[in-house]
């Protein structure tokens, strides 16, 4: 199994409190990514990096923020919870783009109360 | 912009029958061609991958996938299937960057 941690795995929060959820890697892979898993809608893109410091937007990234200050890790903060963000989260690594298999973390259960 | 379209939502199949799940995408460019399993409380893991060459991909676990450019679809196959097989499906395409998956198929293997 790919070397990627995610957490906390589970978190119950409040509306408008902030949220930061950590993905954490063992492979060096240049690029990493954040999706969201709804029923009905499959896996959709929030953010996602290509390097340290470097990293682009989603489909569905209002709301959310990222950042990369080491290879090894790649934050996901959701400034003020909403309902709707409520969702299990994926982290991804790979090591290229285009045609790059991607490697999943165990994901991060969110509900936003 | 690509999309994927995956038209069965839940497939229920008695164990030992063959099964196909359906794969749908929508590009204005090449695109690579993904099957993703998800296990229950697991993230996902990939089946099978088509980049090029043979239209005909096996995978892991007995599973082939055939890529069909002119109907455009990647409908994946097993002759087979077992208990284990039980799991949430993906498709996924990705011509560039970003990887664009499907809304997921569920198998359901009846015993």
């Known amino acids: 199994d790919a070397g990627i941690t995610q957490s906390p795995r589970h978190k119950v929060t409040e509306t408008g409190t902030p949220v930061t959820l950590r993905c954490h890697q063992t492979?060096?892979?240049?690029?990493m990514y954040w999706y969201r898993q709804d029923p009905g809608h499959g896996l959709r893109l929030i953010h996602y990096s290509y390097g340290v410091k470097d990293t682009d937007k989603g489909e569905v990234s209002d709301g959310y923020s990222v950042s990369r200050s080491k290879t090894e890790d790649f934050l996901l903060t959701l400034e003020s919870a909403t309902s709707s963000q409520t969702s299990v989260y994926f982290c991804?690594?790979?090591?290229?783009?285009?045609?790059?298999?991607?490697?999943f973390g165990p994901g991060t259960r969110l509900l936003v109360l | 912009a690509q999309s994927v379209t995956q038209l069965d939502s839940q497939v229920p199949v008695f164990e030992e029958a063959p099964v196909e799940l359906r794969c749908n995408y929508s590009s204005s460019v090449s695109v690579y061609l993904f099957w993703y399993v998800q296990y229950p409380n697991q993230g996902l893991q990939l089946l099978l991958k088509y980049l090029s060459g043979s239209t005909l991909v096996k995978g892991i676990n007995g599973f082939e996938a055939e890529f069909n450019k002119s109907q455009t679809s990647f409908h994946l196959r097993k002759p087979s299937v077992h208990i284990s097989d039980t799991a949430e499906y993906f498709c996924a395409v990705s011509p560039y960057q970003k990887v664009t998956f499907g809304t997921g198929t569920k198998l359901q293997v009846i015993p």
């Open positions: 991804a690594i790979s090591e290229v783009t285009t045609g790059e298999t991607q490697y």
């Open positions: 492979e060096n892979h240049r690029y």
